[in-house]
């Protein structure tokens, strides 16, 4: 797996269902992120098993995100018109229902590529990416098919690189919003560490 942390995220231009269930074929990913923070997760196909837990979280969660300005787009290799009928098709049937934010198709398989997560099979391992104000990579982390991702990890990110970006100081271990960071020095690894070093 590369690792794409530091780096510019890749761009694309494909079709996609956007949050109010508009079909467009031309959906952009520097353009709807501009000056926003955003999370970018891929998932290997429509109508099956782990992912709609994954997207409702993510849904479920959504006025959070949007409460940071984080855009959310989900990736996966299915037709905008496959999105479209999982998003029209209900919770209790094993659809996701009207989920509030872009779900893009990548039938060429690109995205998946760019980003480094398409599996053998051809679909897209779990992989989420934070993507911070100026278009850079900061957080990545790919799971394997079977094991669904934390979608309050990626909100715990938010919040660090959020603090990190208001305040200068970087985030321990276990950090969550309201929680001290800590000055990267030395003198601060120390200072950090005599109160806090049996609490991790």
Known sequence: MGVLVGKQAPDFTTAAVLGNGDIVDSFTLSEAIKGKKAVVFFYPLDFTFVCPSELLAFDHRIEEFKKRNVEVIGVSIDSHFSHNAWRNTPVDQGGIGPVKYTLVADMTHSICKDYDVESEGGMAFRGSFLIDEDGLVRHQVVNDL?????????????????????????????????????DASPAGVAAYLSENADKL
Do not use: I, S, Y
């Open 146 to 182: 079977p094991l669904g991702r934390n979608v309050d990890e990626m909100l715990r990110m938010v919040d660090a690189l959020a603090f990190h970006q208001t305040n200068g100081e970087v985030c321990p271990a276990g950090w969550t919003e309201g929680d001290k960071g800590m």
